[in-house]
C-alpha cells in the first residue's frame, strides 16, 4: 500500500484529488493564466497526497567539487554528553577554513552527471529499440534540488526574498533551476566578514556534531571545507507530480541499523539564542518553516539545533522532530500551515505544466516572483538562461563520449 505523508505527523492519509490544485484558474477563469497568485489563503485547503520519499541513490563531493558516485562524505552524528556544549563556532574562521566559490554556478550539473551514472534507476533509459526520444525518457515529471522546492514550498509566507527559477522542459521531464536575482547577487558579494562569520558557524556546528566513521569521534580540530557534500537522491509524487530531487545531508544517525535513509538522516541547524517572546515569535514564524520543509521535503525525521549566544558559543542544543514541527506554530495567530505551503507547491508545477509545452532543450521558462506580487513567467530561447549542457543531451540520446548538441565534450565521471 502506498504511503502518504500527513505533514501533522498523527497519521498516513490522502488529500486533495489530482487536477483540483489550480486556484490560479479559479480565480482569474483563465484555464491559460498568466501569472500564479501567492495569496496563503488560496491554499489553504486539505493536506495534498505526498508520498513518503524512496532514497534513489546517492553522491559525494569531494575538496575540488568532483562528484563520486557513492557516499565517502557521509557523516555520522555523534552527540555530545553534555546538552549545554560550550562550542566555539568562530573557532577555524581566519586559519582552517577553505569557502567553495560561491560565484560558481554549478546549476543542476551534479544531479545531471549522477543520471548519466544511474541510469538503471530510470530503467526506460536503458531501453533497447524505438525511438531514442520515447526509450531513454525518464518518466519522471521533476528533476530539480530540494533547495528549489524548499523555496517553493515557503513561498506564500516570505516577505523578504524574491526568486528566478528556470524551467526547460526536454525529452518528456521537466528540468527546474534557480536563477540567481539581481538583489541576491548584490547581497552575496556585499558580505561583511561578520556575515561571513556566521554563516561559518553553521558549517563549524557540523564538525562539533560529526565523526567520519560510525564508532568515530568528530574532530573540530580539523579543517572545514565547504566544496565537500554528501547528498541524498529521493524519488517522490505530489499528488499529480512525480519528482526526482536531490539534497546535501549533514549526517546520519547510525544507533538503529534498521532504519534506512533518508529515515536515519539528521539535519543539523544554528540559531541565535531566545532571549524575549518577540525573539521566539519570529522563530516559529520565519525560520522554523524553512527548517521544517527543508527536512519535510525528502523525509528527513529530526533536526538537532544549537542555540548560540552572542559571542558565537553554542549553549544549547535541541531536537525537532521534522513530522511535529507544525505543533509549535499551529497556536500562533496568522502562522505558517503546512497544507499552504504544500498546496501553493502542488499548484506551481501545475502551472508549469500548464505554461511550458515546448519540448525542447534550448528554451528556457523563467518564472518570477517578488514578495507581494503574483508569480509571472517570461519565454527565452537565446541561451541566456540555457542550463542543460550539450554533454547531458547528448548522452541521453545515446551519444555518450561524443560531443554534445553544444559542442561540449562528456565530462570525466
Known amino acids: 500500500m502506498e504511503k502518504r505523508l500527513n505533514a501533522s505527523g498523527d497519521s498516513w492519509r490522502s488529500g486533495v484529488k489530482q487536477g483540483k490544485l489550480c486556484p490560479s484558474r479559479e480565480n482569474t477563469g483563465d484555464t491559460h493564466a498568466h501569472s500564479l497568485p501567492v495569496i496563503p489563503a488560496h ?16 553522491f559525494s563531493l569531494d575538496s575540488h567539487r568532483q562528484l563520486f558516485n557513492d557516499d565517502r562524505q557521509l557523516r555520522f552524528c555523534r552527540m555530545p554528553p553534555d546538552k549545554k556544549p560550550r562550542f566555539n563556532l568562530r573557532d577555524g574562521f581566519k586559519d582552517r577554513f577553505i569557502k567553495r566559490d560561491d560565484s560558481v554556478k554549478e546549476k543542476l550539473d551534479h544531479i545531471l552527471k549522477w543520471i548519466l551514472l544511474n541510469r538503471q534507476k530510470f530503467p526506460t533509459l536503458a531501453g533497447d529499440g524505438g525511438s531514442p526520444a520515447v526509450t531513454n525518457q525518464l518518466h519522471t515529471d521533476f528533476i530539480t534540488w530540494r533547495g528549489h ?17 528556470a524551467v526547460t522542459l526536454f525529452n518528456g521531464t521537466y528540468y527546474m533551476s534557480e536563477v540567481e536575482t539581481e538583489e541576491a547577487r548584490c547581497q552575496r558579494e556585499q558580505r561583511t566578514e561578520q556575515q561571513e562569520e556566521l554563516m561559518y558557524g553553521g ?57 534506512k535513509p533518508p529515515q536515519c538522516y539528521v539535519e543539523l541547524k544554528t540559531s541565535r539564542e531566545i532571549y524575549s517572546p518577540n525573539q521566539e515569535k519570529n522563530f516559529l514564524r520565519f525560520k522554523l518553516i524553512k527548517w521544517w520543509a527543508q527536512s519535510f521535503l525528502p523525509g528527513v525525521p529530526k533536526i538537532i539545533a544549537g542555540f548560540r549566544d552572542d559571542s558565537g558559543t553554542v549553549v544549547s542544543l535541541q531536537t525537532f522532530e521534522t513530522m511535529k514541527i507544525h505543533h509549535l506554530v499551529k497556536n500562533e495567530r496568522g502562522c505558517w500551515k503546512p497544507a499552504v505551503c504544500l498546496n501553493f507547491c502542488n499548484a506551481f508545477l501545475s502551472f508549469i505544466k500548464q505554461v511550458v509545452t515546448l519540448d525542447n532543450h534550448r528554451v528556457v521558462t523563467l518564472f518570477s516572483w517578488e514578495p507581494g506580487k503574483d508569480i509571472t513567467y517570461t519565454l527565452h530561447s537565446d541561451g541566456a538562461f540555457s542550463f542543460l549542457p550539450g554533454w547531458y543531451v547528448g548522452s541521453v540520446f545515446g551519444h555518450s563520449g561524443a560531443l554534445g548538441t553544444a559542442g561540449e565534450k562528456v565530462p570525466d565521471i
Open 43 to 58: 491554499y489553504d485547503l486539505k493536506f495534498p497526497n505526498y508520498r513518503q520519499p524512496v532514497e534513489i541513490g546517492c
Open 149 to 165: 522546492l524548499t523555496k517553493i514550498l515557503t513561498t506564500p509566507y516570505e516577505n523578504r526574498e524574491g526568486w528566478l527559477m
Open 203 to 259: 558549517y563549524k556546528f557540523e564538525q562539533y556534531l560529526c565523526a567520519d566513521e560510525a564508532e568515530g569521534s568528530p574532530d573540530p580540530s580539523g579543517v572545514v571545507n565547504t566544496n565537500e557534500a554528501f547528498c541524498c537522491v529521493v524519488r517522490t509524487r505530489l499528488d499529480g507530480h512525480s519528482l526526482v530531487f536531490s539534497g546535501e545531508v549533514d549526517c546520519k544517525d547510525n544507533s538503529d541499523p534498521r532504519v
